[in-house]
């Protein structure tokens, strides 16, 4: 099994084999989750949080992996200025060519962040929720928010409505998410 290290993905300081299930270490992060911090988050901060996360989901994928459970209960803050991708406890290894994508068959996850198809688990939907502030459910309408929500930046707008399509063959990517993150003006 290969090691990945990323500034913005946890390590793994212990794992073991408990009677009933899998436990994994992780350093303690004083911050807490994105999502404990989310009232608080303005536009630049979360567009701050989304590069590093989606630069450490990039990297999972290049190297075959998914996260399985992306959530901003699962974004850790090591401090101000540095997020953490964490619990690995659902992570999966990804086939070939599978664009991050994983069979929601094929692993566990929360079912509100899962892909709007419902097929498939992707790791995308943590930056909308960072941004319109609320935590996942079946019944928000995502889309809906970030087109009238007064406090979504409207510069973040099309970047939101692209990872939100509907169709997954014209949903944002990781790299175009990246990229227009990294273009984005807050």
């Given at each position: 099994m290969q090691s990945v290290s990323h500034p913005h993905i946890a390590p793994c300081v212990l794992a073991a084999r408990c009677p009933l299930y899998l436990a994994l270490a992780m350093?303690?992060?004083?911050?807490?989750?994105?999502?404990?911090?989310?009232?608080?988050?303005?536009?630049?901060?979360?567009?701050?949080?989304?590069?590093?996360?989606?630069?450490?989901?990039?990297?999972?994928?290049?190297?075959?992996?998914?996260?399985?459970?992306?959530?901003?209960?699962?974004?850790?803050?090591?401090?101000?200025?540095?997020?953490?991708?964490?619990?690995?406890?659902?992570?999966?290894?990804?086939?070939?060519?599978?664009?991050?994508?994983?069979?929601?068959?094929?692993?566990?996850?929360?079912?509100?962040?899962?892909?709007?198809?419902?097929?498939?688990?992707?790791?995308?939907?943590?930056?909308?929720?960072?941004?319109?502030?609320?935590?996942?459910?079946?019944?928000?309408?995502?889309?809906?928010?970030?087109?009238?929500?007064?406090?979504?930046?409207?510069?973040?707008?099309?970047?939101?409505?692209?990872?939100?399509?509907?169709?997954?063959?014209?949903?944002?990517?990781l790299d175009e998410l990246v990229q227009a993150l990294d273009r984005l003006q807050v």
């Amino acid at each position: 099994m290969q090691s990945v290290s990323h500034p913005h993905i946890a390590p793994c300081v212990l794992a073991a084999r408990c009677p009933l299930y899998l436990a994994l270490a992780m350093p303690l992060y004083s911050l807490g989750s994105l999502e404990s911090q989310l009232s608080g988050l303005c536009p630049a901060l979360a567009r701050h949080y989304l590069s590093q996360i989606a630069s450490a989901v990039r990297h999972l994928h290049v190297a075959c992996i998914a996260h399985g459970d992306l959530k901003l209960d699962n974004v850790f803050l090591m401090d101000a200025q540095h997020a953490i991708l964490g619990d690995f406890g659902l992570a999966v290894w990804l086939p070939e060519n599978s664009m991050g994508l994983v069979p929601a068959s094929q692993c566990g996850g929360t079912p509100s962040y899962m892909a709007p198809e419902s097929k498939d688990v992707g790791d995308g939907w943590i930056s909308t929720l960072s941004v319109v502030k609320v935590k996942a459910s079946w019944t928000y309408d995502y889309l809906e928010e970030t087109n009238t929500d007064p406090d979504v930046p409207d510069n973040f707008r099309p970047v939101l409505r692209r990872v939100l399509e509907p169709l997954p063959l014209r949903r944002a990517s990781l790299d175009e998410l990246v990229q227009a993150l990294d273009r984005l003006q807050v």
